[in-house]
């Protein structure tokens, strides 16, 4: 979804008037946004409420390369 919703972004940016670059990026942020709050959801319910979510988000922002690392296992 993060690469998706960056190539949406860049054509937006090299094309700021073109009304359609604009939705696409919109609907590519929203879904990017929509699968990090559905991926932090998934790590609060897989560590039975261990990890909460909000600390859940911050670890895939501030530890993406170590959680990466742990779901390709």
């Given at each position: 979804m993060e690469e998706i919703a960056?190539?949406?972004?860049?054509d937006y940016d090299r094309k700021p008037e073109n009304k359609e670059y604009e939705e696409t990026f919109d609907r590519a942020y929203k879904n990017e946004f929509d699968a990090y709050i559905s991926a932090a959801k998934y790590i609060?319910?897989?560590?039975?409420?261990?990890?909460?979510f909000m600390t859940a988000k911050k670890i895939i922002q501030t530890k993406r390369s170590e959680?990466?690392?742990?779901?390709?296992?």
């Open positions: 960056d190539h949406a972004e860049a609060e319910y897989m560590t039975d409420g261990n990890i909460n959680l990466l690392s742990i779901l390709s296992v």
